[in-house]
């Protein structure tokens, strides 16, 4: 009688709203608080070679956080039918496939195709990015289907957040543009005045340890301003 009872209690509880409080921290924490790069210390390697250049940086953002949110859907719809024995392989063939479909519509599309050849490799590697898996395991795996895909989307969106802010800083440094859009020749205000104190663009910042100093710098200045994540790692 008491199992009928808490039965007809769930029945009866109201729906949680789909944007709750508790969703939405979901896409805002890993902007910030629980971001996956500067945080969570994952995606370490795309972030330094990725980031050269902001367009092709942005372009593996939105690539990666289509595969974690969509994993992570699919993982939490399958989750209780899953053998536990195989799960990691079925996320693997779900996160594969995926990358697949990302990696072929890329280039299907004459305005990304150029980019698909350059990140061919790197688009290929989002099935050994440690988000992706990382997420599937820890949130996807015990969780529902729409928390799930919210976790996935803020997941993405903190990492692209990271991605684009090294590139932009590489890419208007190192070649005195900014999304292929150059700011910094002779004629111009920005060009002027870093002409006027010695500075050129150079290759310094395409080398992988440039983007290791930024992500550090980032680092340091998310600790400074948030001090409760001083000794998270």
């Keep these: ?38 945080v969570q210390v994952l995606g370490i390697c795309s972030a330094l070679a990725v980031t050269t250049q902001v367009k092709p940086a942005f372009v593996m953002a939105v690539c990666v956080t289509l595969v974690v949110a969509f994993s992570n859907l699919v ?47 790197f688009i290929g590697l989002i099935i050994t990015n440690c988000i992706v898996m990382g997420r599937l395991e820890a949130f996807a795996m015990a969780n529902k289907p729409w928390p799930s895909f919210l976790d996935g989307i803020g997941n993405g969106v903190g990492y692209g957040i990271i991605l684009i802010m090294v590139a932009s ?9 900014w999304f292929g859009i150059p700011l910094i020749s002779k004629g111009t205000v ?8 010695g500075y050129v663009p150079n290759g310094l910042m395409f080398t992988p340890a440039a983007a290791m100093f930024i992500i550090a710098i ?16």
Excluded: H
């Design 218 to 233: 980032i680092i340091w200045i998310q600790r400074s301003r948030n001090t409760k994540l001083i000794g998270v790692s």
């Design 75 to 121: 993982t939490s719809l399958i989750r209780k039918s899953m053998p536990s024995r195989i799960r990691m392989i079925v996320q693997l063939i779900i996160i594969a496939t995926l990358v697949t479909v990302v990696d072929q519509v890329l280039k299907a599309l004459p305005a990304t195709y150029d980019l698909s050849k350059q990140l061919s490799v």
């Design 169 to 177: 800083v590489r890419e208007f440094f190192g070649a005195g543009s």
């Design 1 to 38: 009688m008491s199992d009928t009872n808490t039965a007809v209690a769930e029945l009866k509880k109201p729906a949680e709203p789909l944007f709750s409080k508790k969703n939405r921290r979901l896409i805002s924490d890993p902007l910030d608080d629980n971001n996956p790069i500067t």
């Design 190 to 197: 920005a060009g002027d005045f870093l002409a006027s104190i």
